[in-house]
């Protein structure tokens, strides 16, 4: 695997201070952001968040992304530990694959069933990376920030002991409450 990365620089945020780090796989660049004393942490908290950028950076109710991502970011300037941005967008479908899925639930299908439709697995994201981001800063034990079985098979897979689960439970509204009972009946998440 050929992977570039960055060094390490400082990032003061509006949750707190942080240090970051960057990694490129081939055409998409993830983010490792750590807190400060994350280096003398023996099992830091680590979220493994995937990219939504309809969610994360325009704030869309269609799914609690940023809501998710505000609270690991919160919850890792406060407690330590490390907050992996992993730049799959829509499992991995890209953007406007994403933007066509959009359009099919508006048409009654859900989150999988649209994925499906297009042509896609209900998952395709790729975890290489978040092997290769752990091993470059020597994490061995953790304590995951999740609701997906699937990111906790993944990790224990690599040989990493999760010390503990920690859900990421946020407030859900009426644009969201599908996407979320999909996730939770269908993909497995633990609410």
């Known amino acids: 695997m050929n992977i570039q990365i960055s060094n390490i620089a400082k990032l003061p945020t509006k949750y707190g201070k942080f240090k970051i780090k960057a990694y490129k796989q081939e055409n998409q660049e ?3 952001i750590m807190s400060e004393d994350f280096e003398t942490l023996d099992s ?3 979220r493994i968040h995937s990219e939504c950028l ?7 109710l269609k799914c609690d992304c940023q809501n998710q991502l505000d609270l690991s970011l919160n919850f890792i300037s406060l407690n330590g530990g490390l907050v992996i941005y992993h730049r799959q967008e829509g499992r991995n479908i890209g953007l406007v694959n ?3 899925a959009y359009a099919l639930q508006d048409l009654g299908r859900n989150t999988i069933e649209a994925n499906l439709e297009l042509g896609f697995k209900e998952d395709e994201r790729d975890y290489s990376i978040v092997k290769y981001i752990f091993e ?3 994490i061995k034990k953790l304590k995951l ?3 997906n079985p699937k990111k906790i098979e ?3 897979s690599l040989g990493i002991n999760i010390v ?3 859900p990421a439970i946020t407030k859900s509204n009426k644009y969201n409450e599908g996407y979320i009972s999909t996730k939770k009946e269908q993909m497995g998440h633990m609410f």
């Open 154 to 156: 993944y990790v224990e």
């Open 136 to 138: 470059d800063l020597g």
């Open 54 to 60: 309809t969610g994360d950076t325009l704030g869309s």
């Open 98 to 100: 994403k933007v066509n």
């Open 44 to 46: 830091p908290y680590i």
């Open 145 to 147: 920030i999740t609701n």
């Open 30 to 32: 993830h983010l490792a």
């Open 164 to 166: 503990e689960r920690i």
